[in-house]
């Protein structure tokens, strides 16, 4: 039992390595020199990154255009909102019918306190930000497997774990056994943290009791007059939680880019980007689907056309170019850069998500089972319940992220139509909300390899491809650079798409400054 709390450090290590685990490195707005005068930029990519590098470079004097794929600006930081249309790869094409006020962010929805440079640009720009929940201790942790298939609190479950390891290590301690690791006085010491840390009895034993009902919850609430008595609550079986797997859950929330403070801007992710795109929208040209790039000594030549088919293929130059493309489109452009830049365009996979947004006639979660805001966590293919901290204890209708996939059940939801998508995620929700049968009124799936714009969700570097590519990534090609989350030790992170575009802006702005 305790070889498995080793686990969670184990993980956080590997997010470390895989950069997942990272403190933002930006420490203010950047302040450049006047740009050479008449010196032209061209920008590929309306995303934060290159958003970001637009908004920067034009305040500096720069000429600045950006041609952007889709008919909006923001990229993967993208809100859906009833009304709204997308066509995935393949064809199938949805309408979302949420009603006005609810959306559903397909793509990123949290920003963590540390995430610095994100959180200046919503200050700077007068976004408004509340707070996202990501831990509540009221939320479930489901196993289809233990319990009878039945979700448990996520404080019944941390509050068991926590008191039967400290029961089993109470019981090491005074049988002698980490005798050879402590002290006499450290043994009464760790006895003592642990009778406190896992609200053990006098004879440190985890049992039913007034002290345990308060950290995992009261089978009858306490109330006043002549309600019920108060009646403690029964500690889930140690054996059968060890079983269970649900253990695995707690970590998520240690972690550094999951624990508070988060925000989110409200209303929806892409009010940053929004606001970004409001100072420079002369600059921006929508639909512009690029197909070639190409540079010389004397500046950039980039090949677009229409998104939609209509008109002949433009020419746009420029004396030099900052490209934001994902990878796994870039990967498909013809484009003229050294062979190490391109190699390392091709080299880098990218992972698969699915979200699935779901509409229901009311906030039963709240209004039945008191969850306001926060994740439950289930071993059913849709992964994750992400319960809105919008409209919190309003009436009326809601949105839940009702499927949260990565890895194989990725996959398996990608190859879905979004039809098939949305009654899985209410067939497996179900599981954990019986509400859903009768009070589901309409949903949504976007599945990230099925973009158009991205071909999947964000840049997986594995840590030999990061160590052999990375740099020459990064690099000045000519006329050419790069930047994005794939262009960082951020990936999938907004903060990530922005602090390279900063880092990217800068050394070119050298570079020119220099020529």
Not at 174 to 186: S, V
Not at 229 to 249: G, H, I, K, V
Not at 307 to 319: L, S, V
Not at 323 to 330: A, D, E, G, V
Request: some cysteine; aromatic content about 10%.
């Amino acid at each position: 039992m305790i070889g498995q709390t080793a686990g969670a450090g184990a993980m956080y290590q590997a997010m470390s390595t895989l950069g997942f685990a990272q403190e933002s490195d930006y420490s203010g707005p950047i302040k450049l020199t006047a740009a050479p005068r008449d010196t032209s930029v061209l920008i590929l990519g309306a995303g934060m990154a290159g958003l970001v590098a637009a908004y920067e470079l034009q305040r500096a004097g720069y000429k600045v255009k950006v041609l952007e794929y889709n008919h909006r600006a923001g990229g993967r930081s993208w809100t859906l909102r009833g009304g709204d249309e997308y066509t995935e790869l393949g064809g199938s094409r949805q309408k979302c019918e949420f009603d006005p006020g609810l959306y559903i962010n397909p793509g990123p929805w949290r920003i963590p306190y540390h995430h610095h440079a994100m959180l200046d640009y919503a200050k700077r720009l007068k976004v408004p930000l509340e707070a996202f929940n990501q831990l509540n201790y009221n939320a479930y942790l489901h196993s289809s497997k233990a319990f009878g298939g039945k979700p448990q609190r996520f404080r019944e479950v941390r509050s068991d774990y926590q008191g039967h390891i400290a029961e089993l290590l109470s019981k090491a301690a005074n049988q002698g056994r980490l005798d050879g690791e402590l002290t006499p006085e450290d043994r009464d010491r760790l006895l003592e943290s642990l009778r406190a840390w896992g609200v053990l009895d006098q004879q440190f034993r985890y049992r039913a009791s007034e002290a345990t009902s308060v950290t995992r919850g009261f089978a009858v609430d306490p109330g006043g007059g002549l309600m019920r008595r108060p009646e403690f609550s029964t500690p889930l079986d140690a054996n059968e939680l060890m079983r269970s797997r649900l253990w695995q859950y707690l970590v998520n929330f240690h972690e550094y880019e999951m624990s508070p403070a988060l925000f989110q801007p409200v209303g929806g992710m892409d009010r940053i980007a929004n606001a970004l795109y409001r100072e420079i929208a002369p600059l921006v040209q929508f639909d512009a689907k690029v197909v070639k790039i190409d540079q010389d000594e004397r500046g950039v030549t980039v090949n677009h056309v229409d998104a939609h088919g209509r008109g002949a293929p433009t020419q746009t130059k420029a004396d030099w170019c900052i490209c934001t493309i994902p990878l796994s489109i870039l990967s498909e452009i013809e484009i003229k850069v050294g062979d190490a830049m391109l190699a390392a365009i091709q080299a880098v996979p990218y992972e698969a998500s699915v979200k699935v947004g779901l509409q229901f006639k009311r906030r039963f979660w709240e209004e039945d089972e008191r969850i306001y805001g926060g994740i439950s966590f289930t071993d059913l293919p849709i992964q994750q319940i992400g319960y809105p901290m919008a409209g919190m204890n309003q009436p009326g209708k809601g949105v839940l992220l009702g499927a949260y996939v990565w890895g194989t059940n990725a996959y398996e939801f990608t190859a879905m139509t979004p039809e098939q998508r949305v009654r899985k995620a209410v067939e497996f929700g179900a599981q954990i909300h019986p509400q859903y049968a009768t009070e589901f009124e309409n949903g949504i799936a976007v599945a990230w390899h099925r973009s158009p714009f991205t071909q999947g969700c964000f840049a997986n570097w594995p840590d030999d491809v990061r160590e052999k590519h990375y740099n020459d990534l990064c690099q000045i090609d000519g006329r050419i650079a790069l930047a994005g989350e794939h262009a960082s030790y951020l990936p999938a992170w907004q903060e990530g798409a922005v602090l390279s575009a900063l880092d990217t802006i800068q050394r070119m702005h050298q570079r020119i400054a220099t020529a």
